[in-house]
């Protein structure tokens, strides 16, 4: 009968995981239970690709095959073909799923990995225009560094529309040229945060060319955007503060940057002026001026030397004129008359040396020191 029932060939039946028991031969024995009853469940080995992810107790569990009556036991059971996780179980192995797609295409390759600009002048956000991420974004960004300019997309970031609006978002940010994006949203279900884990978001951030922090949720929640993005933030506030660097930081690093480049230029001049002392020092030793001031006092010391020795010629003949003077002062007749002698001439200007010259009568002329007698020879008187 059970093997003739169309209906028990193929039907679904979910409920929670007890009892689960891997055996070695490859066999997955479990029960399967809710609160109104339980039934014994078998999946072999032959039919694990019809299982994406270990099965362990407490799981809710789709679990779809056939029923037959185990005779050995005197029992029915369920003969699962295929497992899949329900409600968020089933998210949950969507979400491996796409990551496991995603990876193996390389969008979370730290090759692709866009640097955070660490000075940035835009910074463009997409998330809800009300909640508490857009609050904290806007108040760490703003005390952080006010000079930044906030560019917000607000969009759906739950429901329907919210996977088409946050591309729209990444896209027209994109457009704007901010230096940096901020995708994000408060904490929530996994319900609440499956627009993030969608690939068309996934795509728009790994395509973007800004790069991207994703801002997801708390701590403990990751979602797809997270591993596609350039950097991951544990929360909104802590996305803002990675990508608005701190105003006190900047000023203390272009003051310390200041204080090294007034030390390095200080360096760097007096090397120059030392090597610009030295190669004076060369110029002068080569230069043509100082060939001339050499020269020059060469010139100085040669006229000093030459007007020296001819002080001491001149005065050398000035003695010896002088001495010549001497000779001639004894031999001056002038002398002799101003000694008290007398030049005595005849008529003629002779000298009378004699008194044989001399006659009686003769005219004579008597030159004394200041002038001349005119006498006349009266009488000789040689001795």
């Known amino acids: 009968m059970f093997t003739q029932d169309y209906l028990l060939r193929s039907l679904f039946v979910k409920g929670e995981v007890s009892n689960c028991k891997y055996h070695p031969s490859g066999h997955i024995y479990f029960t399967l239970k809710d609160p109104k009853g339980t039934i014994s469940c078998v999946m072999f080995a032959g ?45 949950y192995e969507k979400y491996e799923q796409l990551k496991r797609e995603l990876e193996e295409t390389g969008m979370f390759a730290k090759e692709y990995k866009k640097p955070i600009p660490r000075y940035i002048r835009t910074l463009g956000v997409v998330t809800a225009l009300t909640g508490a991420a857009v609050r904290d974004i806007i108040q760490i960004a703003g005390r952080r560094n006010p000079y930044v300019q906030i560019i917000l997309y607000p969009a759906a970031v739950q429901g329907a529309d919210a996977v088409p609006d946050i591309v729209n978002g990444i896209r027209a940010l994109e457009r704007l040229g901010v230096d940096v994006m901020i995708v994000g949203r408060g904490g929530g279900s996994i319900e609440d945060l499956w627009a993030f884990n969608e690939r068309e978001v996934a795509e728009a951030v790994f395509q973007c060319s800004v790069p991207v922090i994703s801002a997801v949720g708390h701590e403990t929640d990751t979602t797809i955007v997270d591993f596609v993005a350039d950097l991951r933030a544990p929360t909104p506030s802590a996305a803002a503060e990675l990508a608005v660097t701190d105003i006190r930081e900047i000023l203390r690093e272009l003051s310390a940057y200041r204080e090294a480049l007034n030390t390095s230029m200080g360096n760097i001049l007096r090397k120059l002026r030392e090597t610009a002392d030295k190669k004076a020092l060369r110029l002068k030793a080569v230069s043509p001026g100082a060939g001339i001031r050499e020269n020059r006092m060469r010139a100085l010391s040669a006229e000093e030397r030459l007007r020296s020795r001819m002080e001491r010629l001149i005065q050398g003949r000035r003695n010896r004129l002088a001495v010549y003077i001497e000779r001639i002062r004894g031999l001056s007749p002038l002398e002799k008359l101003n000694s008290g002698y007398a030049f005595v001439s005849d008529e003629s200007g002779a000298n009378i040396r004699s008194v044989s010259q001399a006659q009686p009568g003769k005219l004579l002329t008597v030159q004394v020191r200041d002038g001349r007698i005119l006498a006349r020879a009266e009488q000789v008187l040689p001795d």
């Open 47 to 91: 039919s694990r690709s019809g299982l994406s992810f270990r099965l362990s107790e407490g799981q809710q569990v789709v679990v779809g095959g056939s029923v037959d009556v185990y005779e050995r036991g005197g029992s029915y059971q369920l003969y699962a073909r295929q497992i899949v996780l329900d409600g968020n179980g089933l998210l």
